[in-house]
């Protein structure tokens, strides 16, 4: 529920054709630590509580329309398809027949701005109804507007209009002032203002912008909210933007980790941190950390080198995990995960358990105190606690002519030997072992020992014999 005095709604332009990305994916696709443009922007929207969010696609909107279907907004949510492309107030207009019940304010933003925020957002909106504006705007001070709109401002310091870069006057192109085409609208009152604009322009499109002056001219009040970090209103129109604005969010992370969580970050040079990575006080991200997503991580771990954990995920208090991936799993609290362990696929490993080198972990879950150490495959299982797995055991899930995967149970303080094979379905009761070197094919029963491979012989003085023979044949060639 919205706590403005107004309904509000919200209108996301994500038509563009983003040329300079030189990519088949739509700009607004393309993910910014870990995460779409679009859901970034969907995701400041968000703070707003809007009763409808209206996505205006024009550009790959068979894309953006798939995305969507995938991953929709929070808020009840429409598209509209904008074809051609004649500028942003053209892509408001599109959105225009379905208002015509609507009595509120319009939060209209580009979805291409990846580092803009609810808390910014918000502050523009409170703005615009604390004035009680017919429009109000957001805008930043840079030190460089390069082709960015200015806003143009009055004797009193009232904004009265916008002009953009390519009809600016060199006068008007020293403003630091820029647009970031963000606005809180009235409607219907601004409605007419989209019949009236023009495109005698130099790039032949109807500006929404225009709507500016249009509201200045009828008297009605114009605010201007400015940006508190410029770096929050910066669209995306190449690679270097996109890398631009990875580095950037990364940084601004990393710097609250560090400030506001306690949280040490060893090499921020080389560590990735997505913002909706939660990370409890004192743990430590060692160099070469890639983390994104859904992901929390206790107090007092130790996460890397070169690790690498994506959502959604979670990482007990006190656990340390060296050079691993983490996918979709929970880990518990005071575990050991790596060297180059893999764990996967809704994995569940809990306190005290031990992952080691080379281990991969799928679809299993593992009770406390088990140790799975070394160059072993636990996929589809349930370990009991206690449960030691020798070094080379594998479980045998999948059966390729069913297409069938099935589930070995181990039992509470049970251990396999090494390169141990247990064929699934199977069962190997509590308290139990698995001899080394044996394939399990039948369930093993509580307190029994296991033992499924060929009888040793042992050939006496075979080596000394063989190799007088050898060398007897070699003699005669």
């Not at 604390?130 to 957001?138: F, Q, V």
């Not at 150490?373 to 899930?397: E, F, P, Q, R």
């Not at 049970?414 to 399990?440: D, F, H």
């Amino acid at each position: 529920m919205s706590t403005f005095p107004r309904p509000v709604r919200a209108v996301v332009l994500a038509a563009g054709q983003g040329k300079r990305m030189k990519s088949a994916l739509p700009k607004v696709l393309h993910p910014v630590l870990g995460k779409e443009i679009l859901a970034r922007v969907l995701d400041a929207i968000d703070a707003l509580n809007p009763e409808h969010i209206h996505i205006v696609t024009g550009h790959g909107s068979d894309q953006v329309n798939a995305y969507l279907q995938r991953n929709p907004p929070r808020a009840p949510w429409s598209t509209h398809l904008q074809q051609p492309q004649l500028g942003t107030g053209h892509a408001l207009a599109q959105v225009a027949p379905s208002l015509n019940d609507f009595n509120g304010t319009l939060l209209v933003a580009p979805a291409d701005s990846p580092l803009l925020s609810g808390k910014t957002l918000s502050a523009l909106a409170g703005l615009h109804f604390a004035d009680n504006c017919a429009a109000t705007l957001l805008s930043a001070v840079v030190d460089n507007p390069r082709n960015y709109g200015r806003v143009i401002r009055d004797k009193t310091g009232q904004v009265c209009a916008i002009v953009e870069d390519k009809d600016a006057t060199p006068e008007q192109r020293e403003i630091r002032e820029i647009n970031a085409a963000i606005y809180c609208l009235e409607w219907p009152a601004l409605k007419p203002g989209l019949s009236d604009l023009k495109n005698d322009n130099k790039q032949g499109e109807y500006y929404l912008t225009d709507l500016i002056a249009w509201s200045t001219e009828r008297k009605m009040k114009v605010g201007g909210s400015v940006a508190n970090d410029p770096d929050e209103v910066e669209g995306i129109n190449s690679r270097l933007e996109l890398s631009e604005a990875w580095r950037r969010m990364r940084e601004h992370t990393l710097t609250k980790l560090a400030l506001e969580s306690g949280v040490t970050i060893v090499d921020p040079a080389s560590t990735w941190i997505a913002p909706e990575v939660r990370i409890g006080k004192d743990t430590t991200i060692l160099p070469g950390c890639y983390i994104m997503g859904d992901v929390e991580i206790g107090e007092d771990c130790v996460i890397g080198p070169s690790t690498q954990i994506n959502g959604p995920a979670r990482v007990g208090s006190g656990t340390r995990v060296m050079q691993s991936l983490i996918s979709g799993s929970t880990v518990g609290a005071n575990a050991r995960i790596g060297p180059f362990a893999h764990i996967r696929d809704g994995a569940d490993i809990s306190d005290q358990c031990r992952i080691g080198n080379f281990v991969e972990i799928k679809k299993s879950t593992i009770a406390q105190k088990t140790n799975v150490s070394h160059l072993s495959y636990i996929g589809d299982a349930s370990l009991g606690s206690g449960v030691n797995i020798g070094a080379g055991t594998i479980t045998a899930n999948y059966d390729k002519l069913s297409g069938k995967k099935s589930r070995t149970v181990i039992g509470d303080d049970s251990s396999t030997g090494s390169n141990s094979v247990l064929v699934a379905p199977v069962v190997i009761g509590q308290n139990a072992m698995v001899a080394a070197g044996t394939v399990v094919t039948r369930d093993v029963p509580d307190d029994a020992l296991a033992v499924g491979r060929a009888r040793q012989d042992n050939k006496a003085s075979w080596v000394s014999t063989r190799t007088k023979r050898v060398g007897s044949e070699v003699g005669k060639a």
